[in-house]
């Protein structure tokens, strides 16, 4: 959102049990040309599994893709949604 909070989500299928989502809210800055979001842990549904506290380290690469790499140096990519594709 414009006030720099917002949502992280994410789902995993896992093997040994079953799917898991989780949401944690996020608060995002700007300096210079670097975005840099904090999330605090939180509990996924259903119970039992957490996500661990994180943040992002983003740069713009292109007009629509954001690279991003999290505390433990793994990189995301957030590309903006193309409507009328």
Do not use: Y
């Not at 992280?8 to 210079?32: K, L």
């Not at 119970?47 to 690469?61: A, E, F, I, K, Q």
Request: proline share 6%; glycine share 12%.
């Amino acid at each position: 959102g414009a006030n720099g909070r917002g949502t992280r989500e994410t789902s995993v299928v896992c093997p040994s049990s079953s799917r898991f989502s989780c949401q944690a809210p996020i608060e995002a800055s700007f300096a210079g040309g670097t975005m840099t979001t904090k999330q605090p842990g939180v509990t996924c549904a259903p119970g039992g599994t957490t996500w661990n506290p994180d943040s992002l380290t983003c740069n713009r690469v292109g007009d629509d893709l954001a690279r991003c790499t999290d505390r433990e140096g793994f990189q995301h990519d957030f590309r903006q949604e193309r409507r009328g594709r």
